[in-house]
C-alpha cells in the first residue's frame, strides 16, 4: 500500500499575532487493512491526527472538543507550554466537553507530537488514534539547505494488532505496555513510497505504546542523523543503525534512487 502523509491542518482563524485551530476528536470508520474497516478515535475523525505546523514565536490557540465516549487530555509532547495548556493527565476534557490550549511556540525549530494523555487512559486513547505531528519551524532552520515541501516527510511508526473483523486489538497487560504484530507508518501497514533521485528529509516518530525499534537500511549503508527531539544537531551525524524509543523523534536525511519503506529502511 502507498505511504499517506498526514494533511496539514489549516487554521480556523488567523490574526496578526496567532492562529486558531478547532479540532474535534471522534469516532470514525478508516481503512487500515485490505477489505475491511478500522473503528478509530481521531483528532478531526482522521488517524493520525493532522499535522500542525506552526512558526518559531507565534502563539497557536487550539480548541479541543471531546466526542468521544471517554474523557481525554491533550499534551504537546515537547512544547514549551504554560502550565495551564500543559496537559496534565487530571485535567481532563469530559464527553462533549471543549478546552483550550494556547502554545506560545517560543523554542527552537523541532519535530514535536499532540497526544492524548488522560490519566489511565493514555495508553489505549493513543492506540485508537490520538496523535499527530506538531513541527515548529523558524528562520534559521528556514536558510538551510535541507528537503523541503515535499521532500520533508513526517513518519509515525506504531505497531497495531487486530481482530477478525478489522477493530484493533488492545490488552493493557499491566504496566510493560502493549506490542502489536502489524506495523504501521502514518496509519498504512509496511507501506511503500516511490522516491525521485534526491535527498529526503524524515522526521521519524516513535509513537507505539511499548515497542522500541532500531532503525537502519536493509542494505546497510549509512544515512545521516540531523535533529532529535530537541530541534537540529550542530552538524549531521552518519549513522548505520539508530534506536528509537516510545515517543522519540529523530530527523535524518536519505540519498536513495527508490526504496520501499518496511524493506529498504526497516525498524
Same mark, same amino acid.
Do not use: C
Given at each position: 500500500?502507498?505511504?499517506?502523509?498526514?494533511?496539514?491542518l =489549516?487554521p @480556523?482563524?488567523?490574526?496578526?499575532?496567532?492562529?486558531?485551530? #478547532?479540532i474535534?476528536?471522534?469516532?470514525a470508520?478508516?481503512?487500515i487493512?485490505? #477489505?475491511?474497516?478500522?473503528?478509530?478515535?481521531?483528532y478531526q475523525?482522521v488517524?493520525?491526527?493532522?499535522?500542525?505546523?506552526?512558526?518559531?514565536g507565534r502563539?497557536?490557540?487550539?480548541?479541543q472538543?471531546?466526542?468521544?465516549?471517554?474523557? =481525554?487530555?491533550t499534551?504537546?509532547?515537547g512544547?514549551?507550554?504554560?502550565s495551564?495548556?500543559d496537559? &496534565?493527565?487530571?485535567?481532563?476534557?469530559m464527553?462533549?466537553?471543549?478546552?483550550?490550549? @494556547?502554545y506560545?511556540?517560543?523554542?527552537?525549530?523541532?519535530?514535536?507530537? +499532540?497526544?492524548?494523555?488522560?490519566?489511565?487512559r493514555?495508553?489505549?486513547?493513543?492506540?485508537?488514534?490520538?496523535?499527530? &505531528?506538531?513541527i515548529?519551524?523558524?528562520e534559521?532552520?528556514q536558510?538551510?539547505?535541507?528537503?523541503?515541501?515535499?521532500? #520533508?516527510?513526517p /513518519?509515525? /511508526?506504531q505497531?497495531?494488532?487486530?481482530?477478525?473483523?478489522?477493530?484493533?486489538? +488492545?490488552?493493557?497487560?499491566?504496566? =510493560?505496555?502493549?506490542?502489536?504484530?502489524?506495523? $504501521?507508518?502514518?496509519?498504512?501497514?509496511?507501506?511503500?513510497?516511490?522516491?525521485? @533521485?534526491?535527498? +529526503?528529509?524524515?522526521?521519524?516518530?516513535?509513537?507505539?505504546?511499548a515497542?522500541?525499534?532500531?532503525?537502519? $537500511?536493509?542494505?546497510?549503508?549509512?544515512? &545521516?542523523l540531523?535533529?532529535?527531539?530537541g530541534?537540529? $544537531?550542530?552538524?549531521?551525524l552518519?549513522?548505520?543503525?539508530?534506536?528509537?524509543a516510545?515517543a522519540?523523534?529523530?530527523?535524518v536525511v536519505?540519498?536513495?534512487?527508490? &526504496? /520501499?519503506?518496511?524493506?529498504?529502511?526497516?525498524c
Open positions: 500500500m502507498p505511504l499517506k502523509v498526514p494533511a496539514t =489549516t @480556523t482563524r488567523r490574526s496578526e499575532a496567532q492562529d486558531e485551530y #478547532d474535534i476528536q471522534s469516532e470508520d478508516q481503512k487493512l485490505p #477489505d475491511r474497516a478500522t473503528r478509530i478515535w481521531g475523525g488517524f493520525p491526527g493532522p499535522m500542525i505546523r506552526v512558526q518559531r502563539t497557536v490557540v487550539v480548541r472538543t471531546n466526542r468521544l465516549s471517554t474523557h =481525554t487530555v499534551h504537546l509532547h512544547g514549551r507550554t504554560p495551564n495548556s496537559g &496534565f493527565p487530571m485535567d481532563m476534557v464527553p462533549g466537553e471543549t478546552r483550550t490550549y @494556547t506560545p511556540n517560543n523554542q527552537r525549530a523541532s519535530t514535536l507530537w +499532540y497526544h492524548d494523555h488522560a490519566m489511565d493514555t495508553g489505549e486513547n493513543v492506540y485508537r488514534g490520538l496523535a499527530g &505531528f506538531y515548529v519551524e523558524d534559521e532552520e536558510s538551510l539547505s535541507l528537503p523541503k515541501g515535499d521532500f #520533508d516527510i /513518519l509515525l /511508526l505497531d497495531r494488532s487486530f481482530n477478525e473483523d478489522g477493530s484493533f486489538r +488492545y490488552e493493557t497487560r499491566g504496566h =510493560t505496555g502493549f506490542e502489536g504484530n502489524v506495523m $504501521l507508518v502514518n496509519g498504512v501497514p509496511w507501506p511503500r513510497m516511490d522516491v525521485s @533521485t534526491r535527498k +529526503y528529509r524524515f522526521r521519524i516518530l516513535n509513537g507505539s505504546n515497542r522500541p525499534f532500531q532503525l537502519a $537500511l536493509s542494505n546497510g549503508d549509512p544515512f &545521516f540531523i535533529g532529535t527531539d530541534g537540529l $544537531l550542530a552538524e549531521p552518519a549513522l548505520t543503525s539508530l534506536p528509537l516510545m522519540e523523534r529523530v530527523e536519505i540519498d536513495s534512487l527508490e &526504496f /520501499l519503506l518496511g524493506q529498504h529502511f526497516s
